[in-house]
């Protein structure tokens, strides 16, 4: 039962346009959102979250949009950067997953220089 | 600080046998959260464990269990493995395993098991 999906497996950009990256979740509990960047041979390094109570959250080049009614968050890369070329994984947990996190599928973006 | 380590780095394993992997938390973290990653699968939960208990339980096969010892450490075990097993294993570990303060969720940088 997946409850975070990323409906989107790869995505590619050109240098210095904006990437936007997907995710749907069916827990109308989650309450807590993580993006995560994973690039070969290395472990998943923590990007930006954001919590139920705010509808957006902002990081440099990084922003995160949520939207509880439609249960879908977003993440924005302005501008993209040949670098940012990784695996982004979203997390969501919530008052009832106790003290699990769960992930989506992940969506590797490639920023064409 | 030191990061979250994990040990080995990659494994060969024959079909059959049996695997322990292993994790150190960051210093002070007392939740450690196992997830194995393979293509296609995102990551999947196996189970968490604070001040050596196991909290929480993902959807895997009992031939998958771990421990926590009393300095936070965890291991991994996997018995009887199969082809399907291969995957990478990614250990996470936080204060208190609800990824608060932001940003406090740290992986490893894992163990690719091969079964073979």
């Known amino acids: 039962d997946q409850q975070v999906k990323q409906n989107s497996p790869s995505l590619s950009v050109q240098e210095g346009r904006i990437s936007i990256l997907n995710c749907d979740y069916t827990?109308?509990?989650?309450?807590?959102f993580l993006w995560y960047k994973k690039y070969p041979a290395e472990g998943p390094t923590f990007l930006i979250s954001?919590?139920?109570?705010?509808d957006k959250n902002e990081d440099g080049r990084f922003t995160v949009f949520l939207n509880k009614s439609a249960k879908h968050l977003s993440l924005h890369i302005v501008p993209s950067q040949p670098g940012d070329s990784a695996v982004y994984f979203c997390?969501?947990?919530?008052?009832?997953?106790?003290?699990?996190?769960?992930f989506g599928t992940g969506t590797s973006l490639t920023v064409i220089p | 600080k030191a990061g979250v380590t994990q040990t080995p780095r990659y494994l060969i394993k024959t079909r059959g046998q049996q695997v322990t992997l292993s994790c150190s938390p960051i210093s002070g973290h007392r939740s450690v959260s196992w997830y194995q990653q393979t293509p296609g699968q995102g990551l999947q939960f196996l189970f968490e464990?604070?001040?050596?208990?196991?909290?929480n339980k993902g959807n895997f096969p009992g031939r998958f269990s771990g421990r926590q010892f009393s300095n936070s450490r965890s291991e991994m075990n996997v018995s009887t493995l199969e082809l399907g097993d291969s995957a990478l294993y990614l250990c996470?570990?936080?204060?208190?395993?609800?990824?608060?303060?932001?940003?406090?969720?740290?992986f490893g940088s894992g163990t690719r098991l091969t079964v073979v």
């Open positions: 464990y604070f001040s050596e208990t196991q909290r």
């Open positions: 997390a969501a947990s919530g008052l009832n997953t106790g003290n699990q996190f769960y």
């Open positions: 996470a570990s936080s204060l208190d395993g609800t990824g608060y303060p932001i940003g406090g969720y740290t």
């Open positions: 954001i919590s139920s109570i705010k």
């Open positions: 827990n109308s509990m989650f309450d807590y």
